[in-house]
């Protein structure tokens, strides 16, 4: 046990000593804090008409196509969400010198042909994000559609009839019913993903780097192979642990300063996100890092020159897009049974199983199976590593293949 955490702790400060790892720390926490005030940047670059009442835009009827009607807009001006001024002293010319003098932010100039009613969008420069506002438009649709339907003498109680509003809502048939939000959901698998990703490759790297550099020889001179292996899974570990935990706290803190109620509550709803499930995430971040951390040892010590360790990863790399891409894209049908499926290999239930907890269709039964399921693999893997590495450590031939570490794992067997 000693050895274990000489090993462990080694590691450990030889990471966060690195400037790469320090300067990725300034880097993710920097986008982190201009992400969340992102905001407010773009409030200094908004036009001076985009005030709390909304986009001014000018409605022009020239030809009183609405007969005085459109003056109605100024009432819905709250639900629109626009700030709505309705002209018929100006021309199509002089509103178009107002935008460009940004009077004005846009302009809605209403026309008629013989191809029928003609509406103009007028804005200033056509970008990326530019778009027709269809609120606006179909009121004003609605607008004339009434105007015209009460020139046929329908009464005001025909009218309200023939504009019965239709209350449309979904719901599923299914007997666990899904809940919560399913950006907050992909945005907690995304980072497990990461974080056990990236510190997993971490341990292949590692492993190879000492032992193109000789100083595996020393390290299996002094303790065990498995001690190496575990010693090193888990101080990679603590490491991805820390810079995860650091980075949610970050954020969360900029979300709370940065991000206003009723902006951070319409975007990402946090009351699924309970002590419970963190402490759930927190466990199957562990334990997926753990397998793959595992899986990336083997392929390490496989390898004879630091050129090759991108193709020796290649089928654990695959292996974790194949586990990862399973549970998020069964997101869109939690309670499908491949989601179900995805909760229960273990190469994808650390990305899916906290879904599921935070959507509240999963048992206490199904978790502990998971991770049961998980645990079994990762002996199995972890036995089949460390009995491969402690033959292939010391090899600096050519890279092993498959075949190879069958035989060296026999070997070790007899």
Same mark, same amino acid.
């Given at each position: %046990? $000693? #050895?274990?955490?000489? =090993?462990?702790?080694?590691?450990?400060?030889? @990471?966060?000593?690195?400037?790469?790892?320090?300067?990725?720390?300034?880097?993710?926490?920097?986008?982190?804090?201009?992400?969340?005030?992102?905001?407010?940047?773009?409030?200094?670059?908004? #036009?001076?008409? =985009?005030?709390?009442?909304?986009?001014?835009?000018?409605?022009? /009827?020239?030809? /009183?196509?609405?007969?005085?009607?459109?003056?109605?807009?100024?009432?819905?001006?709250?639900?629109?969400?626009?700030?709505?001024?309705?002209?018929?002293?100006?021309?199509?010319?002089?509103?178009?010198?107002?935008? $460009?003098?940004?009077?004005?932010?846009?302009?809605?100039?209403? *026309?008629?042909?013989?191809?029928?009613?003609?509406?103009?969008?007028?804005?200033?420069?056509?970008? %990326?994000? *530019?778009?027709?506002?269809?609120?606006?438009?179909?009121?004003?649709?609605?607008?004339?559609?009434?105007?015209?339907?009460?020139?046929?003498?329908?009464?005001?109680?025909?009218?309200?009839?023939?504009?019965?509003?239709?209350?449309?809502?979904?719901?599923?048939?299914?007997?666990?019913?899904?809940?919560?939000?399913?950006?907050?959901? %992909?945005?907690? *698998?995304?980072?497990?993903?990461?974080?056990?990703?990236?510190?997993?490759?971490?341990?292949?790297?590692?492993?190879?780097?000492? $032992?193109? !550099?000789?100083?595996?020889?020393?390290? =299996?001179? !002094?303790?065990?192979?498995?001690?190496?292996?575990?010693? $090193?899974?888990?101080?990679?570990?603590?490491?991805?642990?820390?810079?995860?935990?650091?980075?949610?706290?970050?954020? @969360?803190?900029?979300?709370?300063?940065?991000?206003?109620?009723?902006?951070?509550?319409?975007?990402?709803? @946090? !009351?699924?996100?309970?002590?419970?499930?963190?402490?759930?995430?927190?466990?199957?971040?562990?334990?997926?890092?753990?397998?793959?951390? +595992?899986?990336?040892?083997?392929?390490?010590?496989?390898?004879?020159?630091?050129?090759?360790?991108?193709?020796?990863?290649?089928?654990?790399?695959? +292996?974790?897009?194949?586990?990862?891409?399973?549970?998020?894209?069964?997101?869109?049908?939690?309670? !499908?049974?491949?989601?179900?499926?995805?909760?229960?290999?273990?190469?994808?239930?650390?990305?899916?199983?906290?879904?599921?907890?935070?959507?509240?269709?999963?048992?206490?039964? #199904?978790?502990?199976?998971?991770?049961?399921?998980?645990?079994?693999?990762?002996?199995?893997?972890?036995? =089949?590593?460390?009995?491969?590495?402690?033959?292939?450590? @010391?090899?600096?031939?050519? &890279?092993?293949?498959?075949? /190879?570490?069958?035989? %060296?794992?026999?070997? &070790?067997?007899?």
């Amino acid at each position: %046990m $000693k #050895d274990l955490w000489l =090993v462990a702790s080694y590691t450990f400060k030889d @990471l966060v000593k690195r400037k790469s790892f320090i300067v990725s720390n300034i880097i993710i926490l920097a986008m982190v804090i201009i992400g969340f005030n992102i905001p407010n940047i773009l409030k200094s670059f908004v #036009d001076v008409n =985009v005030t709390e009442e909304g986009t001014k835009i000018v409605v022009l /009827d020239t030809q /009183d196509l609405f007969e005085g009607t459109l003056e109605t807009l100024n009432q819905y001006q709250e639900q629109i969400g626009y700030n709505i001024q309705v002209k018929k002293d100006l021309t199509e010319e002089q509103v178009k010198e107002q935008i $460009k003098a940004e009077e004005i932010n846009e302009a809605i100039v209403i *026309s008629k042909s013989d191809n029928g009613i003609n509406i103009n969008y007028l804005v200033k420069s056509i970008g %990326m994000t *530019s778009s027709i506002p269809q609120n606006v438009i179909t009121t004003i649709q609605d607008t004339y559609k009434n105007l015209q339907i009460s020139k046929l003498n329908v009464t005001q109680e025909q009218l309200i009839k023939i504009n019965q509003p239709f209350n449309i809502e979904m719901n599923q048939v299914e007997e666990k019913e899904a809940g919560g939000n399913i950006l907050v959901m %992909m945005i907690l *698998s995304l980072v497990l993903f990461y974080a056990i990703y990236f510190y997993a490759y971490q341990v292949s790297t590692s492993i190879t780097t000492e $032992k193109t !550099s000789k100083i595996i020889e020393t390290l =299996v001179t !002094s303790t065990s192979p498995r001690v190496i292996v575990l010693g $090193k899974t888990i101080g990679i570990g603590l490491v991805g642990l820390m810079q995860t935990a650091v980075t949610v706290i970050v954020a @969360l803190i900029c979300a709370k300063i940065c991000v206003t109620q009723e902006m951070l509550e319409s975007i990402l709803d @946090l !009351s699924n996100f309970t002590p419970t499930l963190a402490i759930t995430s927190i466990i199957y971040y562990v334990l997926g890092y753990s397998l793959f951390a +595992l899986l990336y040892a083997l392929t390490g010590s496989t390898v004879a020159k630091p050129e090759d360790i991108q193709s020796a990863n290649g089928p654990v790399a695959i +292996l974790t897009l194949v586990g990862f891409y399973l549970s998020y894209f069964t997101m869109m049908n939690p309670t !499908s049974e491949l989601n179900a499926f995805a909760s229960m290999c273990p190469i994808s239930s650390p990305f899916c199983m906290p879904f599921r907890i935070m959507m509240g269709i999963a048992s206490a039964t #199904d978790i502990l199976i998971s991770i049961a399921i998980l645990l079994v693999t990762i002996l199995v893997v972890a036995k =089949v590593s460390i009995k491969i590495y402690s033959s292939a450590i @010391l090899n600096y031939g050519s &890279k092993i293949n498959f075949k /190879d570490m069958m035989k %060296m794992y026999k070997n &070790k067997n007899d």
